[in-house]
Each structure stands twice: as structure tokens, then as C-alpha cells.
């Protein structure tokens, strides 16, 4: 399930506003004054399906749509009673549409319900200091954990919807498609946590993006060699199997093969995922040694099977080499797999004459920006997701915001996601207007 386009009605108790996403490009560029929405609308739809409901309380909307690839249509409504509010879902058919839509509730928030715990916690910890003063008074230490189960009872109580009175039970449609649609909200201001003031502020988040490249090229290390293990094992009889059954490959093509494997590799090696030096250049097979075809044949499909779990990594990590240091400047970043992304001057040499190792602190916030935020479009996403993000263009020079969508592209055409981008900046879109949305206030 892919959203095709979002509504919303009433926000603020003002704004209309209707965006239909780029499907075609799979990036959708959204504009507009400060003070319309476009933040908001971003963080509504990933609170949704992030179930993180206590988002609405203070927001004031008449109705959210969303259109899906799937003909179904969502409408979310919140009404306001004594006791707070109440979130409902709603949904209907584009093809057979339906007079009269049936809202689901999903959650109520009940006020009273605080105070009911509030009252309930005091008098749960009168009953547990008289217990506790009487084991004290009769020398036994004593103590029951009963208390601990209720105080745990109430804390999960809060989490769900109310007491058992009020609990809400949202309709089985909802929850089984709701984990159908994996939203990803990435807010610029949070893509680096500062930790404190001074010069490590930002280095625990590259850390923790290295930290996961070396654990990803760590588990597709593990699965080539489960591949070459069993092919390992089976290899006397397919060979045998293949000699009688000959191949229809000729000279020329074993040797075309042996060239193409032999690129494979440098690719992945390029990249930094390591393959076995001794394998790396194959020499050419000649004429008088055509005996060698079947035999070769059956190595080289087995070469790629065994490099066919790098295959997805190798891309990824071609694809963010690439966009990272064309931005950079005067530095470089290298990808090894016992230390994840290195970071190496460009015109600096240290005394052995090689060029400097530069600390991730030393990047600037804006590099760090790109990092990180490219880091988690690449290696964070998958096959159908929806990603948001506000505001990119903070921290990034203009040059950099003129390639930005350009690299969007790229980044979609290989993870096949759908990005929706909130925007200021006519040097993010450069020349992609198409892609655009604008918000429109009330004139």
C-alpha cells in the first residue's frame, strides 16, 4: 500500500489544503508560506502510522484523507468531548464507494482517567509505607511484590486508552494495514543529537551509522560464505554432472564471462567490501586450452552466487560514496569493514606519506547533515516506504541544495521509495518544479 495523495480539511481551522503526490519520480516537493502546515502535515502523517496518537490533542484539523494505490480512501476525524478527545478512521472504496462512511474509533483520551490513577497511586503508596512500617517494627524485612504488579498495571494502563471502561479497539482492517505502510520522518534539526557543547557533539551519531554499515557488511559476509559453503560441497558431482553434459558456451563467451566476473568484483571491491586478492584478476583463457570451458563455466556461475548477497550492499554503498564525495571537498570518504566510513584528506599527508585519517568531529555540521541524512535515505529504507523530510536545505550550502533532488532521484530509482520534501527553498527544487506542491493561505 502506497498513499497517492493527502487532504486535509480545516487545519488550524483555516487552511484546505490537497496534495497529490509524484508518483512517476517518487519525489514530491511540498511549498508555502511559514504557518501553513507543511511541517505539521509531515508530522500528522507519521504520527498516524507510528500510532503515536497523543500527537493530535492539541491539533486543531476537521479531517485528514488518504488516498492509497489500492483504491481505498482513509478519512481520520477527531471529536472533542467533556472528558477530551476522540480519534476515528474511516474507510471507503474508490471503485464502489460507499452513502454513508462507518468511523472507527481508534483512541480516547479520558482527563478524568489521570486523575482517577493520580488518586489511586497515592493511595497505593499509603498502603505500602504502612506495610513496610509494620514488617520494619516487627524486625522481618518483608516484602511483597504485589505492589510493583499494580504500579505496573497502572503505568501500562496510561499507554492504552483509558481504563478498562474506556479501552478503544481499533478495527482489524486498520491494524493489519496500518504495518503495511512504513513512514519515516526525517526532521533536520534531529539528524544529529547533540550530546554537549564542544567539538564530539555530533560524533556519536556517525559512530552509530558506522557502528551499522560494518554489522551490514559483517551479515553479508556471513551469507556468501553459508552460499560458498554449500556449492563448496557440491561441487565434485556438479562438475561431473556438467562434463557429461557439456555446455554450448564457445571460447569467446567463457572469456567475456571471465572478464565480467572479473569487474564484479573490482566493483565490490571499489566499494569496500572485501574479496579475495588471489580472485581479483583472472587471466584469459587461450586457444589451446578449450578443455578448461566446462570446467570454468560452473566456477564462474558459482563466483557469482557466492557474490550475489553483496550485490544490494555493494550498490548502496556505491551510490553514497558517490554523492558524498562529490560534495565534499578536500576530503574523502572510504568505507572499510572493521572501521565503517574513514574519512581521509585530500591534500594532507601525515609523516609516512600517506594522507590524513580525519576524525569525524572535524566535519563540518553541514557535511554532517548530508552524511547522515543520506546515510539513513540509503541504508535506512526499503521497497514502498515513505520517507518526510523538513527543511533539507538547513546547514547545506546552495551548490549542495542545487543537487539535492538530483540525488533524490538516483536514491529512488535504486530503494524505490516515495519521498515527500517540506521546503523553503527555490535552490532545493532548482529545475524540478514539476515535482512541486504549493500550499495556499486565505486570500
Request: aromatic residues 10%; charged residues 30%; glycine residues 4%.
Amino acid at each position: 500500500m502506497k498513499i497517492n495523495r493527502i487532504k486535509v480539511e480545516s487545519l488550524f481551522g483555516v487552511f484546505e489544503h490537497d496534495i497529490t503526490l509524484n508518483n512517476k519520480d517518487g519525489i514530491t516537493i511540498v511549498i508555502g508560506e511559514n504557518g501553513l502546515g507543511k511541517t505539521v502535515i509531515l508530522e500528522a502523517i507519521n504520527a498516524l502510522f507510528e500510532m503515536n496518537y497523543n500527537f493530535f490533542s492539541s491539533l486543531d484539523f476537521k479531517m485528514f484523507s488518504l488516498y492509497f494505490d489500492n483504491s481505498e480512501m482513509w478519512q481520520l476525524t477527531k471529536k472533542k468531548n467533556s472528558d477530551g478527545y476522540s480519534l476515528f478512521i474511516a474507510r471507503d472504496s474508490l471503485i464502489k464507494p460507499v452513502q454513508k462512511l462507518k468511523p472507527n474509533k481508534i483512541f480516547q483520551e479520558v482527563e478524568k482517567f489521570n486523575e482517577k490513577m493520580s488518586m489511586r497511586e497515592k493511595e497505593l503508596y499509603r498502603r505500602m509505607e504502612l506495610e513496610r512500617h509494620y514488617h520494619i517494627q516487627n524486625d522481618r524485612m518483608i516484602y511483597s511484590n504485589r505492589y510493583d504488579r499494580e504500579f505496573t498495571n497502572m503505568h501500562q494502563l496510561r499507554l492504552l486508552y483509558g481504563d478498562n471502561e474506556n479501552e478503544v479497539k481499533p478495527p482489524k482492517w486498520f491494524i493489519d494495514a496500518i504495518k503495511k505502510v512504513n513512514v519515516k520522518l526525517i526532521e533536520t534539526q534531529r539528524l544529529i543529537t547533540v550530546k554537549e557543547t564542544g567539538s564530539d557533539s555530533y560524533v556519536n551519531n556517525l559512530k552509530k551509522c558506522s557502528q551499522e554499515l560494518k554489522e551490514m557488511i559483517a551479515v553479508a559476509a556471513k551469507n556468501s560464505s553459508e552460499v560458498a559453503s554449500k556449492l563448496d560441497s557440491s561441487y565434485p558431482n556438479r562438475l561431473v554432472y556438467k562434463l557429461r553434459q557439456g555446455t554450448p558456451e564457445s571460447f569467446e563467451d567463457l572469456n567475456v564471462a571471465l572478464s565480467n566476473l572479473n569487474e564484479r568484483r573490482k566493483t565490490f571491491s571499489s566499494s569496500g567490501l572485501t574479496v579475495k586478492s588471489s580472485d581479483t584478476d583472472l587471466l584469459q583463457i587461450e586457444e589451446e586450452q578449450k578443455d578448461l570451458v566446462n570446467l570454468l563455466i560452473l566456477y564462474i556461475e558459482d563466483s557469482h552466487k557466492k557474490l550475489e548477497p553483496f550485490e544490494e550492499l555493494s550498490q548502496k554503498i556505491t551510490l553514497f560514496k558517490g554523492i558524498i564525495n562529490k560534495r565534499f571537498k578536500h576530503k574523502k570518504l572510504e568505507i572499510k569493514p572493521e572501521e565503517g566510513l574513514v574519512f581521509r584528506s585530500t591534500v594532507v599527508k601525515n609523516s609516512k606519506g600517506l594522507f590524513e585519517t580525519i576524525p569525524p568531529s572535524k566535519l563540518s555540521s553541514g557535511e554532517q547533515n548530508e552524511l547522515i541524512l543520506f546515510y539513513k535515505l540509503i541504508f535506512n529504507t526499503h521497497v514502498n516506504d515513505m520517507v518526510l523530510i523538513d527543511e533539507p536545505e538547513l546547514s547545506l550550502h546552495i551548490s549542495w541544495q542545487n543537487k539535492f533532488i538530483k540525488d533524490l532521484k538516483s536514491i529512488t530509482s535504486i530503494n524505490g521509495v516515495s519521498i515527500i520534501i517540506a521546503t523553503h527553498s527555490p535552490d532545493i527544487i532548482d529545475d524540478n518544479w514539476d515535482l512541486r506542491i504549493e500550499l495556499k493561505g486565505v486570500e
